[in-house]
C-alpha cells in the first residue's frame, strides 16, 4: 500500500525553505543554498532564468541555449571542442555573397580600346548576384560591405615584335574605374601571350556593380582564349 504526503513547503531543523511551492513554481533551497545532486540525471525540456527566460531548451532533437538577444558568454581558458560537429554558421560569419567565373568563350581584344572581358561561365555564384551574360557583379540586398576581387587574363598570339601594354581594370556601376590590377608590357617575344592578374578589396553597397575591362595597345586584335584557369573572375565578401 502506498502513501501519499502532501505538503506545500519541505523546511530543514532551523526553518529555511529545502522545497516550496507557490502556485506552479517548485523552487528548490533557498538564496545562498548550493543545491547537489550526488550521482544523478536531471531530466528536463528546458532550464529558466528567475525572469523565465529559457537558458537552455529542447525541442525533439534541437538543443537551444539562451533566446533573442541574449549574450552567450564562453569564459576565458574555456575549450569548445567542435572536431568531430556539424556547425551551421549565419549569414553574418558566411564569406558569402562568393563568385567564379571564367571564359568559356574565345573573345577577340581590339587595339587601344577598353573592352570588357566576358567570364560567361559560373563555376560559383552563392547568391545569383553575378550575371555571366554580361559579367556584371551585383551587391545584393542585405549584402553590403568589403568585398576581396581577384582576376586573371591571358591575351594570346602576339606575332610581332613591338612594345605591348596589356591593362586590367574594375568598373564601378558602369564607368568609374575604381580599381587598377595590374600592367603587363613585353617587348620582344615573337608569337608569346600576355598574363596579367590583380587582386583588391572594395568597399560596396547595395545595388553596385562591378564589370571587368581590358585594355591592349599592340597594334592588332588579339584574343582572350577560352580557358578555364589562364582567365578566372571572381570575388567573395569579407567578414569584418
Same mark, same amino acid.
Given at each position: 500500500?502506498?502513501?501519499?504526503?502532501?505538503?506545500?513547503?519541505?523546511?530543514?531543523?532551523?526553518?529555511?525553505?529545502?522545497?516550496?511551492?507557490?502556485?506552479?513554481?517548485?523552487?528548490?533551497?533557498?538564496?545562498?543554498?548550493?543545491?547537489?545532486?550526488?550521482?544523478?540525471?536531471?531530466?528536463?525540456?528546458? %532550464?529558466?532564468?528567475? !525572469?523565465?527566460?529559457?537558458?537552455? #531548451?529542447? &525541442?525533439?532533437? @534541437?538543443?537551444?541555449? $539562451?533566446?533573442? =538577444?541574449?549574450?552567450?558568454?564562453?569564459?576565458?581558458?574555456?575549450?569548445?571542442?567542435?572536431?568531430?560537429?556539424?556547425?551551421?554558421?549565419?549569414?553574418?560569419?558566411?564569406?558569402?555573397?562568393?563568385?567564379?567565373?571564367?571564359?568559356?568563350?574565345?573573345?577577340?581584344?581590339?587595339?587601344?580600346?577598353?573592352?570588357?572581358?566576358?567570364?560567361?561561365?559560373? %563555376?560559383?555564384?552563392? !547568391?545569383?548576384?553575378?550575371?555571366? #551574360?554580361? &559579367?556584371?557583379? @551585383?551587391?545584393?540586398? $542585405?549584402?553590403? =560591405?568589403?568585398?576581396?576581387?581577384?582576376?586573371?587574363?591571358?591575351?594570346?598570339?602576339?606575332?610581332?615584335?613591338?612594345?605591348?601594354?596589356?591593362?586590367?581594370r574594375l568598373y564601378l556601376n558602369g564607368g568609374t574605374q575604381i580599381a587598377f590590377f595590374g600592367e603587363h608590357q613585353k617587348s620582344t617575344d615573337g608569337s608569346a601571350g600576355h598574363r596579367t592578374s590583380g587582386f583588391t578589396m572594395l568597399n560596396l553597397a547595395v545595388g553596385d556593380t562591378i564589370e571587368p575591362y581590358i585594355y591592349q595597345n599592340s597594334g592588332s586584335s588579339y584574343n582572350v582564349n577560352?580557358?578555364?584557369?589562364?582567365?578566372?573572375?571572381?570575388?567573395?565578401?569579407?567578414?569584418?
Amino acid at each position: 500500500m502506498s502513501s501519499i504526503i502532501k505538503v506545500n513547503t519541505v523546511q530543514d531543523a532551523d526553518g529555511n525553505n529545502i522545497i516550496n511551492e507557490s502556485g506552479d513554481v517548485i523552487t528548490v533551497g533557498a538564496a545562498g543554498d548550493t543545491v547537489t545532486v550526488a550521482g544523478n540525471v536531471v531530466k528536463s525540456n528546458a %532550464l529558466q532564468a528567475s !525572469d523565465a527566460g529559457n537558458i537552455v #531548451s529542447q &525541442s525533439g532533437t @534541437t538543443i537551444t541555449v $539562451g533566446a533573442s =538577444g541574449d549574450t552567450v558568454t564562453i569564459p576565458s581558458g574555456a575549450t569548445v571542442n567542435l572536431s568531430n560537429a556539424t556547425v551551421t554558421l549565419n549569414d553574418s560569419m558566411k564569406m558569402t555573397p562568393s563568385f567564379l567565373a571564367y571564359c568559356n568563350t574565345q573573345q577577340s581584344i581590339a587595339h587601344a580600346t577598353n573592352t570588357k572581358i566576358g567570364y560567361d561561365t559560373e %563555376l560559383l555564384d552563392t !547568391d545569383s548576384a553575378y550575371n555571366a #551574360s554580361n &559579367s556584371t557583379f @551585383t551587391v545584393p540586398s $542585405g549584402k553590403a =560591405g568589403v568585398y576581396a576581387f581577384f582576376m586573371n587574363v591571358s591575351l594570346h598570339d602576339f606575332s610581332t615584335n613591338e612594345a605591348k601594354r596589356v591593362i586590367v581594370r574594375l568598373y564601378l556601376n558602369g564607368g568609374t574605374q575604381i580599381a587598377f590590377f595590374g600592367e603587363h608590357q613585353k617587348s620582344t617575344d615573337g608569337s608569346a601571350g600576355h598574363r596579367t592578374s590583380g587582386f583588391t578589396m572594395l568597399n560596396l553597397a547595395v545595388g553596385d556593380t562591378i564589370e571587368p575591362y581590358i585594355y591592349q595597345n599592340s597594334g592588332s586584335s588579339y584574343n582572350v582564349n577560352a580557358e578555364l584557369m589562364s582567365n578566372t573572375f571572381g570575388a567573395y565578401k569579407i567578414i569584418t
